[in-house]
Structure formats: structure tokens, C-alpha cells
């Protein structure tokens, strides 16, 4: 009889028990972006443009100059009292007390070199000058006259003839204006005398526009 407790029947160890892994999963690692910071943009004001001021030219029309003379004014007065040119002084004086007269001082102004005076520097004895009248150089001082521009019977019949005695003196020997007196060669100024520009103009043409202005 056979033993309960044995069979013919094999028995089958159990094989090991196989385990499967799950298959790992990879992350991919997700890469973060920089954060990027974004300046805005500086703007710069378009510099300033200053617009030029404008020009307006004005338009002549007509005759113009006609209208110009039209408009001056041409005093007709006759002088009440007669012109005598020792009202206007009897030479020329020493304003500034410095030995050197109004003939001398002008010519110390007009030498185009440096003036040679005398020994008692007062007088002037060489130099060289332009006579505007006759357009000419001159180097001897003797051969030039002082000249007022607007001659003393000029002056007188334009108004001058009111002015008191100390005014016309002072007139005769005015140097504020550097074209009161010049120095012109003695033969010009003799032929001009007491002529306005009306009446008579220098030898040399190409100043008569400076000498009629």
C-alpha cells in the first residue's frame, strides 16, 4: 500500500519568481529659459532747431528816387547878417595847450609816417601826405594848406550865421570830426575858396562822390 505520504506524482518546484521592473522612466529636464529683463529704450529729444529770423526785403516801386528828393526838406533862409570871416576867428588856436596848433595837429593825424616835429616839438617839419583833392603825396608840409571842408561862407549861409563868436571859433578849429579839416595842396584849396560842392570839385574826379557825400 502505498504511503499517504508518498506519490508518484512529481512536484514541480515553483520557479523562482521572475520580477519585472517597470522601465524606468527618464525625466527630460526642463531647462528654464533666463528670464530676460527688457530696458525700454532711452528716448532722446530731437535737438532744438532755432528757425532763423526772416529777411523781408522791401520792394521799391515808382520813382523812387524823385519821391526821396520830394521829401527833403530845403531851407531857403537868407542869412540876416553878412558874412565877415574874422567872426570866425583869426587862425588857429591851442585848445589843448600843448604847443601844437590845429594846423599841426592835423597834419600829425594825415602823415601816413611818423610826423618829424622841430626841435621845440611843436611844429611839424617832414612826413609824408595823401592831398585827397588833387590824389597827389606830398612831403614838404609847406606845400599844404588846411582845408575846411565845408568852407566858413558855406557854413554861415547854412545856418551859421546865428551862431555866436564862440561857436564859430570853435568851429574854425574843430578836430572832433576827422573831415572837417584836411590837408590839401595849397593850389587846391585856393581854387576851391569858399565854393560848395555845387560850385566847384577837386582836380582828381575819382574823389568827387566821397567829396559830394
Given at each position: ?125 617832414g612826413g609824408q601826405w595823401f592831398a ?82
Amino acid at each position: 500500500m502505498a504511503s499517504a505520504c508518498t506519490s508518484n506524482a512529481e512536484t514541480t518546484a515553483p520557479g523562482p519568481t521572475t520580477t519585472t521592473a517597470a522601465p524606468t522612466t527618464t525625466s527630460t529636464p526642463t531647462t528654464l529659459a533666463p528670464i530676460t529683463t527688457t530696458t525700454p529704450p532711452t528716448t532722446t529729444s530731437p535737438p532744438t532747431t532755432t528757425t532763423p529770423p526772416t529777411t523781408t526785403v522791401a520792394v521799391v516801386t515808382g520813382d523812387w528816387i524823385a519821391d526821396l528828393l520830394a521829401s527833403l526838406q530845403v531851407s531857403d533862409t537868407t542869412p540876416q547878417a553878412d558874412y565877415d570871416r574874422t567872426d570866425w576867428g583869426s587862425g588857429w588856436s591851442d585848445d589843448d595847450s600843448d604847443c601844437i596848433n590845429t594846423r599841426h595837429e592835423v597834419l600829425v593825424l594825415e602823415s601816413l609816417l611818423e610826423a618829424e616835429m622841430d626841435s621845440s616839438e611843436c611844429k611839424v617839419i617832414g612826413g609824408q601826405w595823401f592831398a585827397a583833392f588833387t590824389g597827389t603825396y606830398v612831403n614838404e608840409p609847406g606845400s599844404l594848406d588846411i582845408d575846411h571842408f565845408v568852407p566858413l561862407a558855406n557854413a554861415h549861409a547854412s545856418g551859421g550865421w546865428a551862431w555866436s563868436s564862440a561857436d564859430k571859433r570853435d568851429y574854425y578849429n574843430d578836430l572832433t570830426d576827422s573831415q572837417h579839416l584836411i590837408a590839401v595842396t595849397a593850389s587846391a584849396n585856393r581854387s576851391k575858396g569858399s565854393k560848395g560842392p555845387d560850385e566847384w570839385k577837386p582836380p582828381d574826379s575819382s574823389y568827387w562822390c566821397q567829396y559830394a557825400y
